[in-house]
């Protein structure tokens, strides 16, 4: 947008005149001021950091707008605040009527060759399929197949009719667009791409998606990735190629993408391997200390303790006016703790 227009829309959020605002993250900046932010919605909140959603919710004027997040795959984090902060949960678990469950496998590089002839016959027979790397060009630090590695060599094993293409963040955006719309209308047979592709495509026809070195992705990415294939009625497959050597994490990851397509026991999973993060704090993983508890594994203490505190507030809010509670509460605002629920 044009600077002119961008001062014309904050002038008319600002007095009120637009009641309804859609947009990105430009909304969260200081510059854009809301007359009476009564409700905030963040979608793919995963892509959303710690500090961005309390400015967001700072802009309600004195008063906390009320908060909808909506994500496919909770980051840890958010299940934890799920299940013992402030937010309450709604699951949609169904998936539209005709979809069916994507297949994943796991392979080893050493079968590249295999796996790619099999995608190469599954395209001939009118499926179309997306190549996702971890990377746009070759590094010299990191030993994985690139995004422009891949294109080539798929260019130099494909059958002559098959159109291939590549996409990627670094390409004009008029460029990437045009891609895209020939991939939908099925004029591109495979793309190769980065993560570029993670979010907002909708292309039933792709039936396919392969991931190199899907151990160099974390849990909640390679579910969101996943999700752009088995959007129609036809059965979709995703091959996650790994290196020979894996950690431990890498395994188990790996194995509940095999198990699983449901994106809340992904991220029960997640929680398991990474921890929620600081609850009041802005780290997204890692597990908290406390001083007692363990939160895995005194969940039900934990919930418990939840419900009765929220118990109190409803019940007794003249437990905050308590001087030792009161100066607790000072202190641990004092710490630059930001809380977001």
């Not at 510059?31 to 500090?51: P, W």
């Not at 009527?97 to 001939?124: C, H, M």
């Not at 992705?217 to 190629?241: D, E, M, N, T």
């Amino acid at each position: 947008m044009k600077k002119s227009e961008k001062e014309s829309i904050a002038n008319a959020i600002c007095s009120g005149e637009m009641q309804i605002i859609i947009g990105t993250h430009a909304l969260i900046q200081e510059s854009v001021k809301f007359k009476n932010l009564a409700f905030a919605v963040v979608d793919e909140q995963h892509r959303f950091g710690v500090i961005q959603r309390s400015k967001l919710m700072a802009k309600g004027n004195n008063l906390t707008p009320h908060f909808l997040v909506m994500t496919a795959t909770p980051i840890p984090r958010t299940l934890a605040l799920t299940l013992y902060g402030d937010l309450d949960l709604s699951i949609l678990d169904e998936k539209p009527a005709g979809r069916q469950p994507v297949l994943t496998a796991v392979r080893k590089e050493s079968k590249r060759d295999i796996i790619y002839n099999w995608v190469f016959d599954q395209v001939k027979k009118g499926d179309q399929a997306y190549v996702i790397a971890p990377l746009i060009e070759k590094s010299e630090k990191i030993e994985v197949k690139a995004c422009e590695e891949v294109y080539e060599y798929l260019l130099s094993r494909a059958p002559k009719d098959l159109n291939i293409a590549m996409l990627h963040g670094r390409m004009p955006r008029e460029e990437r667009r045009s891609i895209m719309q020939n991939f939908r209308k099925g004029e591109i047979h495979i793309l190769v791409s980065t993560t570029v592709i993670e979010v907002g495509i909708d292309v039933p026809n792709a039936t396919i998606m392969v991931i190199e070195h899907a151990e160099r992705f974390g849990l909640a990415q390679l579910h969101q990735l996943r999700g752009r294939i088995g959007r129609g009625s036809k059965k979709s497959y995703c091959i996650l190629i790994t290196s020979d050597k894996l950690t431990e994490d890498a395994k188990q990851r790996l194995n509940a993408m095999v198990k699983s397509n449901d994106g809340f026991y992904l991220s029960e999973v997640d929680l398991r391997l990474r921890g929620p993060g600081e609850f009041m704090g802005t780290r997204q993983h890692g597990l908290p200390q406390f001083r007692i508890a363990d939160i895995l594994r005194d969940q039900q203490l934990i919930e418990k303790a939840r419900s009765e505190a929220f118990y109190i507030l409803e019940n007794h809010p003249e437990f905050l006016n308590i001087p030792e509670v009161s100066a607790h509460i000072k202190k641990i605002k004092k710490e630059d703790i930001i809380y977001v629920g």
